[in-house]
């Protein structure tokens, strides 16, 4: 199978816009920790459409190094904002673990790491890369 960039972008693109109505969801009927986890993974797929525009986007959660990597093929006027999204995305990469596992080492279950700030934190996190993804890929 051959990469279609176009394909790719146009596919993470829905798929951080369905995580991030997932969070939205989740954070009206207090699911704290379906939106910290929906959050994150709109972010991490905000981040991926932009680096599908340039090459095939890793399986990792982070995709901050990825995302440099791709814009400073891009040009200049996109470097900025393609910062803030690398940073964001870094920001809730370790929340992946979390919304899966707890704390361990304090005995905390996901459900008891989240309170609605941490989740309302989250989301605005996502709401802001998945503006900065259309504004970079223009869709």
Excluded at 44 to 72: F, M
Aim: aromatic share 6%; with cysteine.
């Amino acid at each position: 199978m051959r990469f279609n960039p176009e394909g790719e972008a146009r596919y993470r693109f829905q798929l951080a816009l369905e995580h991030l109505e997932d969070a939205e969801r989740s954070v009206r009927s207090g699911d704290y920790r379906g939106c910290v986890q929906y959050s994150q993974l709109s972010a991490e797929n905000s981040a991926k459409a932009v680096i599908a525009t340039r090459r095939v986007p890793s399986w990792g959660h982070d995709p901050s190094e990825e995302l440099r990597q791709a814009v400073s093929e891009m040009g200049s006027e996109f470097k900025g904002r393609a910062e803030r999204l690398a940073i964001i995305a870094a920001q809730l990469a370790p929340e992946r673990g979390r919304v899966t596992y707890g704390d361990p080492m304090r005995m905390l279950t996901p459900r008891m790491l989240y309170d609605v700030g941490a989740a309302e934190r989250c989301l605005s996190l996502a709401k802001e890369a998945a503006g900065i993804m259309r504004e970079l890929i223009g869709r």
